[in-house]
């Protein structure tokens, strides 16, 4: 069990590093994006084969899969962007607000009733995003774009929720970054007319790109990802979540030790940043508590979202 919960921190610990990566890979975010889910689907495509799993899925479904796709692909090209925009550590900041996010969507989406501490949570962590907005005004930009893209990432958790049921993990997530790299080439003739200052495409990889693309493409996402999946065969979603929600922290930790002092911030920034994320962290505690207190009145109990990072 040990080596299971060490396994978990190391996955998130490299979930942490993909900004680090975003950030040292050359070329803009959309095409970096575009190389990350080509290779990505590709590794995971390597995968069913190897494991010698059923490709096939109803065109409705495959539809749908390749829709949820689309908003991952928006969803790291913001992600990205954010990084660029500000720094790493403001990036983070602002994608600790997925939990914050997912208490807004799933009400709305899932037809579940609100919970009062997540509205409580909430509100706790719009004080922690002042601090950090306040700390930082040069790096407001960046921390929208962040918190947008948080919101993306909540909202395809929240569409996986019935999607994950009827299909093996590994099979959804192929369908889903086939569909991100799908949706950039679609994007490419918009993109490269208006929004390259005439430039064009730069998916011209430097030598060292490639060491960097493999990492995020192969280790962070195709064995990060394949590797949760079977860890949640023998640890608890609560588990899951709560260690999960460490990311911005190892995230944060990794920018200043690799980037030195352009990532060190303000004590408003760090203020604001523990508030958000004692938020998150509690934030489990909480939904685990009122599962137990729900079972108890025999009440349903809605269905655990655990949120990835494919």
Not at 38 to 50: D, F, P, R
Request: hydrophobic residues 55%; contains cysteine; charged residues 15%.
């Amino acid at each position: 069990m040990l080596k299971d919960y060490l396994r978990l921190h190391f996955i998130v610990l490299l979930w942490g590093f993909t900004a680090i990566l975003g950030k040292l890979i050359s070329v803009p975010p959309v095409e970096l994006v575009f190389w990350r889910t080509l290779l990505a689907s590709a590794g995971l495509g390597l995968l069913l084969t190897v494991r010698k799993q059923d490709w096939r899925v109803p065109l409705a479904d495959a539809a749908r899969l390749l829709a949820v796709g689309a908003l991952v692909a928006v969803h790291w090209i913001t992600f990205f962007l954010a990084a660029r925009l500000s720094s790493v550590s403001v990036c983070l900041a602002g994608l600790a607000t997925l939990a914050l996010w997912t208490s807004l969507l799933e009400p709305l989406l899932l037809w579940r009733r609100v919970r009062g501490y997540e509205v409580g949570l909430g509100l706790l962590t719009m004080v922690g995003l002042y601090l950090v907005s306040q700390a930082e005004l040069d790096q407001l930009l960046g921390l929208g774009v962040a918190i947008v893209s948080a919101g993306l990432s909540a909202l395809f958790s929240v569409l996986n929720v019935k999607l994950v049921k009827r299909y093996s993990p590994i099979k959804l997530t192929f369908y889903e970054m086939a569909g991100a790299c799908l949706s950039i080439v679609l994007f490419f003739p918009i993109y490269s007319r208006y929004y390259t200052q005439g430039v064009g495409l730069q998916l011209a990889l430097k030598p060292l790109d490639w060491l960097w693309l493999l990492l995020l493409a192969g280790v962070c996402t195709v064995y990060a990802f394949s590797s949760s999946v079977e860890l949640m065969k023998r640890l608890s979603a609560f588990v899951i979540n709560l260690t999960i929600n460490l990311e911005p922290i190892y995230g944060i930790i990794l920018a200043v030790l690799i980037f030195g002092a352009q990532e060190k911030m303000s004590t408003g920034f760090y203020l604001g940043t523990l508030v958000i994320l004692f938020s998150v962290l509690i934030h489990p505690v909480l939904d685990q508590w009122n599962q137990r207190r729900a079972r108890r009145l025999q009440e349903p109990v809605p269905d655990e979202i655990v949120v990835t990072n494919p």
